[in-house]
Every structure is written in C-alpha cells, then in structure tokens.
C-alpha cells in the first residue's frame, strides 16, 4: 500500500479500522500495520447493529457489492460513505439515495479512484476552461507488466465482451466494447498509440455533472500487440467467446500471467468547447507507474477529507465536491495542463 494511503491512519491514530468478515484476516492486517489499524468484524451482507456502528463515522468501501442496502444503512445513520467501484450500475442505483442521504446530513462519494476518478478530476478541470463543453474525450494507457488484482482483471474481461449503452438522456447510443479506435498522444516516450472505447463510468456520470453530452472513455496498453490484438479479435466476432464462463475464466489466467509491458500508466483527457464565442480546446495530461497504487493514493485523500472535514451532505461523485488540490502537491504538479 502507498505512503499516501498509509496516511490515512497517520492522520487518524487509532480511528482507522480494517473491517470485513474474516477477523483473522483483519488480525493479519493490523498486525502488518504495527496496530495502527485495530481489526473489525463485520459482514456487509448483513444488517449491522446501530450500536455496533455508534462510534463510526465514515466508510470507505473496497469490495463490489450487488445492492445498496449496506450503504443506504450507513447513510440512513448518518455515517459518511466512500466507494472505490468501478461499476456504473451500482453507481446510479446510489444516486438514488440522495435525498436520503440528505436527510440524514450523510455524505456519499463515488468515482474514486485512478478512472473513475482523476479522470473525473482531469476532465472537470479542463471543463473549466470554457464556457460551454461539447465534448469530452479520455483515454487510458494502461501497463501490462504490472500484477493487476484479479477482481480488476475480471471486471476487465467481462467489459470487453459486452458491448454497453453511453451518451445522455435521449442521445444514448449502444457502444461496441474496443471499436471506435482514436489516436492520442500520450507524450514522450510514449508517443501517440490508438485507444477503443471500453465501459469506464466516468463516461456515463461526467455528462450529468458536467452537463456534456458527449463523453468518450477509451483503453489502450502500452504493449501494442495487446491492443491490436484484442482489436482483431474484436473484428473477428472472437470476443464473444468471453461471455461464456470457460473462456472468461481461461481469459483472466492468460492476463494474470501476462508481462508484456511496463507497470506504466497514462491518462489523456481532451475537452472541445468554447470560451468567449471562439472554439476552444483543452488537454490534461498523467503519468504514472503502478496503477493501483494511484488508485490508492486518490481513495487515500478522499478518505481523509471526508472523515476529517464536513462535505455537503448527500451522494455526490468525486468532480463535484473536490478539485485536483484534494490530491496534493506532489500529484498536482505532475498534471500536464494545455489549452
């Protein structure tokens, strides 16, 4: 785990707890922490006793979960949320719970992460260069020599199957998972590579926070021949084999052992628009290495705001309480800005 995500219990000594349904694993954890995390049983499967959460106030949640009836609890007790899911169906089904939230003076935040998350940031950062935004592209470059978590890759073979709906309100169009390629350069060293539409969430939620109505999240490796290579069996009608459980399951085996690549990551976001009347356009621009770790290091700082200072209470994504400065100096001036 990162510097920037051990600061979590740094900032909090002896506040911080590693909570799930296997208390010996939570042992394990706190122990690997020097105590500063104290171990938690609890299931979030289950309803859980008021008075066992009387002291809590804010969670941040790391595990998918297929309803909200956790978090609706935590909210409807007035304990703060944080949701580090990818998954853009379990984020609308929380927006639902805002005016719940709301009522109970609980904050809710989604889209944390590296995308969904800096991506948001990104875009909404260069959004705010302009007047009027009337699209949003992103791209993501993403290292095959790094050891993704098998959850990662699992979300990661089951979207490249399926195809997906994006756009807003009546312009939703259905998206073929890795077609639609755009080329994007991602800098020195990395040079332009051609990235495909993929079902990232950050392109469903930015057309209602930031109001545009055109977004576009799209996937390339730093090992071309990965791309390309999805991209052909893609032409092919090949990816259609993931959607059987035997082929997804031989599928993530093949990416988990894959190292073709660096543990590199980049991100790309270009907004078009206007300011003053005259066409206008705006870059950002991120590099990394270790995806996960930036991952951990956005959860990270999110986290500590949402314990330590009061947001405006309801379910809200990360663009629309935080800017890049939540993330920190060090992260801040790493941000390639243009336009």
Not at 99 to 107: L, M
Not at 225 to 237: E, I, N, P, R, S
Request: glycine share 10%; proline share 2%.
């Amino acid at each position: 785990m990162s510097s920037r995500a051990r600061s979590i219990w740094d900032q909090f000594p002896g506040e911080v707890y590693a909570a799930g349904r296997n208390l010996e694993k939570a042992e394990q954890f706190s122990a690997a922490t020097g105590g500063m995390v104290k171990p938690m049983l609890l299931d979030a499967s289950r309803p859980f006793s008021p008075e066992a959460m009387s002291r809590v106030r804010t969670v941040v949640m790391c595990l998918d979960q297929e309803t909200t009836d956790f978090a609706r609890q935590c909210l409807l007790h007035g304990i703060h949320y944080m949701d580090v899911t990818a998954e853009a169906g379990f984020m609308a089904a929380m927006e639902g719970l805002h005016e719940e939230a709301a009522s109970a003076g609980a904050t809710a935040v989604l889209s944390v992460g590296l995308v969904p998350g800096l991506s948001n940031l990104l875009a909404a950062d260069a959004a705010a260069d302009m007047d009027r935004v009337d699209s949003v592209d992103i791209a993501l470059m993403l290292g095959m020599g790094e050891a993704h978590g098998r959850a990662a890759i699992k979300w990661t073979v089951e979207n490249i199957a399926h195809d997906f709906w994006a756009g807003a309100g009546t312009q939703k169009q259905q998206v073929s998972s890795f077609t639609s390629g755009k080329s994007f350069d991602f800098g020195e060293g990395i040079g332009r590579k051609t990235a495909y539409r993929f079902n990232f969430s950050d392109q469903h939620t930015l057309t209602g926070t930031l109001g545009v109505s055109s977004v576009a999240t799209r996937l390339c490796f730093d090992s071309g021949l990965v791309t390309w290579l999805l991209f052909a069996l893609k032409k092919l009608g090949l990816l259609k084999l993931l959607r059987f459980k035997p082929m997804a399951g031989l599928a993530e085996v093949l990416f988990a052992r894959m190292r073709l690549g660096t543990e590199a990551y980049a991100l790309k976001v270009e907004a078009s628009g206007s300011r003053e009347g005259q066409p206008r356009k705006a870059e950002r621009f991120f590099r990394g290495s270790v995806e996960s770790e930036m991952t951990a290091r956005v959860a990270a700082a999110v986290a500590a705001e949402l314990h330590g200072e009061d947001q405006p209470a309801g379910v809200h994504h990360i663009e629309q309480l935080f800017g890049t400065a939540v993330l920190g100096e060090d992260i801040n001036s790493r941000i390639v800005r243009r336009g």
